[in-house]
Structures are given as structure tokens and as C-alpha cells.
Nanobody
């Protein structure tokens, strides 16, 4: 089993920046990423990373950067040029070893979420 603990959410004005962190504990993971869900909207995949590739939703390309510090075993999401439409609960996700980001497999582990609020 893996537990994912997110941090770094908060409130910021449009144009500002936030950095989300996610620290997994327990078993190892492969592909990791971030989803978000705003009230009344469908859940949206935001970004993913494994040892070979990164992937971003079109809505965040050029503004968000996903990275993983293997020494600290921590996943990051640097969010710049934030917009009010980025307001959502952000969830850290991970797949079991062997499930890369180009797999269609579900994400096996989910964090509790961290709230990001962007005001205009």
C-alpha cells in the first residue's frame, strides 16, 4: 500500500504562483501525477511523470511544471500564471511499479487533496 500526502495549496491572486508537493510512503510507485476537480465539474488530469516522460493537459501547458525529486522521494507541481479557472481541489496520484504513464491503467493510489483557490 502507498499513502500520498499533499501540501502546498492555498489562496493566491490571478497571475501568482503556488507549488504543490506530494510525498509517498509505503511501497514504491511508478507513474505519478496530479488531478484536479472543481465544484460541479468533472475530474481533470493535470500532469503526469515517470522516468521517461512528462504529460500535461492543454489547459496548463506552459504554465505548470511537474517534477520529481528522487532523492527526497517527493513529487512537485509548480504552478505559475495561475488563473481563476485553476481553482480546484488538487489530488496527487500514483500507479504501482510497472505501470508507466503511457499505460491506460487506473491510478491505484490517491491522496486526500489540497485546495487551490485563485481570485481575480
Amino acid at each position: 500500500q502507498v499513502q500520498l500526502v499533499e501540501s502546498g495549496g492555498g489562496s493566491v491572486q490571478a497571475g501568482g504562483s503556488l507549488r504543490l508537493s506530494c510525498t509517498p510512503s509505503g511501497d514504491s510507485t511508478d507513474c505519478m501525477g496530479w488531478f484536479r476537480q472543481a465544484p460541479g465539474k468533472d475530474r481533470e488530469r493535470v500532469a503526469m511523470v515517470d522516468s521517461d516522460n512528462t504529460w500535461y493537459a492543454d489547459s496548463v501547458k506552459g504554465r505548470f511544471t511537474i517534477s520529481k525529486d528522487n532523492a527526497k522521494n517527493t513529487l512537485f507541481l509548480q504552478m505559475n500564471s495561475l488563473k481563476p479557472e485553476d481553482t480546484a481541489m488538487y489530488y496527487c496520484v500514483a500507479r504501482r511499479p510497472g505501470y508507466r504513464c503511457n499505460s491506460a491503467a487506473e491510478f491505484h493510489y490517491w491522496g486526500q487533496g489540497t485546495q487551490v483557490t485563485v481570485s481575480s
